[in-house]
């Protein structure tokens, strides 16, 4: 994903590092950025007061910009910090542009942050300055003369955009897509929201907006590799007071920086709901496990109430089972067969072996 800010944060953090160093350092570093961007550091340890910044930033439009570096845009550079940086000639080999950093020149107080994140935005001012000369001439006569061809702007080789000219304004259109199908349904909706609040009356002087499923008629004739997209087309009209003065800098960084934009809001609009859903969720398994407490102590006291019955139970039936054992156990005896009758053994046997009765009676201890 694209950095929204205008400084490039791994090249602000390398000359911070080489600005603090107590002792000298050598540094030769390659960065490679958002758009194809690449960085080369370089400083020695015989001379750490100069730093030399090579920079390769291809064209936003190939065949319609230069490959080199135009000479507004070398003034813009040269205006960044006029007495710390200067342009080296020609460039290192592969480079478009190479600086030589004054580093002795940057102030000891604290604005040292702040002329080091002013380096940082040389990636920003040679992008801004390439699309304000596509831009600049809003009113010119190519445009009232029809040339309505669409200008291909290639800021990521996966995220191009159109800029077409027409007559008092100019329109950009970003064609949309994503991975996930849950990114499209978020940035859809995202897009319908956009559409009905930029064209309020409120927001009258922002550029008006538009989103179409389908390409615009604009786009007709363009590669279908470029139209082949599923999240749609948005559209903004650019008229020439939205490119007055210091309303340039800002419309231009936000045309570039448009789908850096949406991204992000569909990354913190999937972490805002993923948030809610794990909060949700941990609210209702909080609900089960309370509801389980509940039970499980309803059951324990219902237990321990049944366990107290049945005691009570035993002890009372306890008397009544043993009687009733021992009837049952004289019955049987009495019904066993004997083959020899003894005359006088039903005498004997119910005078000897008649089986105890319980009484209710206490027993006294035998001394």
Known sequence: MACIDRASPALKQILLKLYRAEKSIEIDHHLYEFGSVEYHIQSQAS??????????????CHGTLPNTLSSYTIEKIKGICPNLVEIEEPAREGF??????????????????????????????ILSSQLKEILWNVNSDDAVQGMYKPIKVVYHPREPFFVIRQPQKIIAIFPIRFK?????????????????????DKWIKTPPC??????????????FEDLNTNGGFV??????????????????WNLLNFNANVRY????????????????????????????????????????????????????????????????????????????????????????LRFPKFSSTKYTKLE
């Open 47 to 60: 001379n750490p007061l100069v730093a030399y910044l090579s920079l390769s930033i291809p064209p936003l």
């Open 96 to 125: 478009q542009l190479t600086l030589k950093l004054n580093l002795d020149h940057i102030p000891r107080n604290k604005d040292y942050v702040k002329v080091i994140e002013d380096i940082s935005t040389i990636q920003s001012v």
């Open 180 to 200: 996930e199908k849950s990114d499209v349904i978020i940035a859809t909706a995202f897009f319908q929201e956009l559409v009905d609040v930029g064209n309020s």
């Open 210 to 223: 538009s989103w179409s499923a389908i390409p615009p008629p604009e786009l007709r004739g363009e590669a």
């Open 235 to 252: 559209s903004f009209e650019i008229s020439s007071r939205h490119v007055e003065g210091n309303r340039l800098d800002k419309t231009v």
């Open 265 to 352: 809001h569909v990354k913190s609009t999937k972490g805002f709901i993923h948030r809610r859903m794990r909060k949700r969720l941990e609210n209702l398994v909080q609900v089960l496990h309370q509801t389980n407490s509940e039970e499980n102590e309803q059951t324990k006291q219902v237990k321990k109430h049944q366990g107290c019955r049945y005691t009570k139970k035993l002890v009372k039936s306890s008397k009544h089972t043993m009687k009733q054992r021992w009837r049952t156990l004289g019955r049987k005896i009495k019904r066993i067969p004997f083959r020899l009758k003894i005359h006088g053994f039903t005498r004997f046997r119910q005078r000897w």
